[in-house]
């Protein structure tokens, strides 16, 4: 079992530019997850879904979007990159989202916006 | 609103020495408790959890006890090695379903 995937590991954008995040889990776990990492601020929820077919947002939406195209896929979108994106991406799934369900999180994303 | 406080980092450490890494926390109702590593250039990783109070989570040598009276959740081990050098989240959920929340994180460097 591969996990939690994340593609690409690295990208470099610069202001204005659009891209996509692929996340993809091989465990059937019902809920995934997209955070961001910065400097000082631990992990921040940006969106999450909780089912195939539901998304919701999280503590940090603004400028993303996400699609869960089905059970293993989670894909979050930047449709215009701004320098307050440059973090390092995380995404997560688990059996649920409630209670004591664990988490296993991909190998993240390093993006920088120029 | 839910929140976890960590002790800021960087701990630096000699191997063998004692580590304590404290975290306490605000919630709602009874959540569950949760501490993560992160290896560098990795992600992160469930190091130990704690459900109920009085719980005591442990692995790899690690332990935290879930202290209801101080909010608290704090990492111990007796004896660090230099591979044990990673960053170290404490976490916390509600369980009525809420989100996962995490603390800054504390950075732990262990010196041979």
């Known amino acids: 079992n591969a996990g939690v995937t994340q593609t690409p590991k690295f990208q470099v954008l610069k202001t204005g530019q659009s891209m996509t995040l692929q996340c993809a889990q091989d465990?059937?776990?019902?809920?995934m997850y997209w955070y961001r990492q910065d400097p000082g601020m631990g992990l921040r929820l940006i969106y999450y879904?909780?089912?195939?077919?539901?998304?919701d947002k999280g503590e940090v939406p603004n400028g993303y979007n996400v699609s869960r195209l089905n059970k293993r896929e989670f894909s979050l979108r930047l449709e215009s990159a701004a320098p307050s994106q440059t973090s390092v991406y995380f995404c997560?799934?688990?059996?649920?989202?409630?209670?004591?369900?664990?988490?296993?999180f991909g190998p993240g994303t390093r993006l920088t916006v120029l | 609103g839910n929140s976890v406080t960590q002790m800021e980092g960087p701990v630096t450490l000699s191997e063998e020495a004692f580590l304590t890494i404290n975290c306490t926390y605000t919630?709602?109702?009874?959540?569950?408790l949760f501490w993560y590593v992160q290896y560098p250039g990795e992600g992160l990783q469930l190091l130990l959890k704690?459900?109920?109070?009085?719980d005591k989570g442990s692995n790899k040598g690690f332990e935290a006890t879930y202290r209801k009276e101080t909010t608290s959740f704090h990492l111990e081990k007796g004896s660090v090695q230099v591979s044990d050098s990673a960053v170290y989240f404490c976490a916390l959920r509600n369980n009525q379903g809420g989100k996962l929340i995490f603390g800054q994180g504390t950075e732990l460097s262990v010196k041979p």
């Open positions: 919630a709602t109702g009874y959540p569950s």
């Open positions: 997560a799934s688990s059996e649920r989202t409630s209670g004591s369900n664990e988490q296993f």
């Open positions: 465990m059937n776990h019902n809920s």
């Open positions: 704690a459900t109920k109070a009085d």
């Open positions: 879904s909780a089912s195939e077919g539901t998304t």
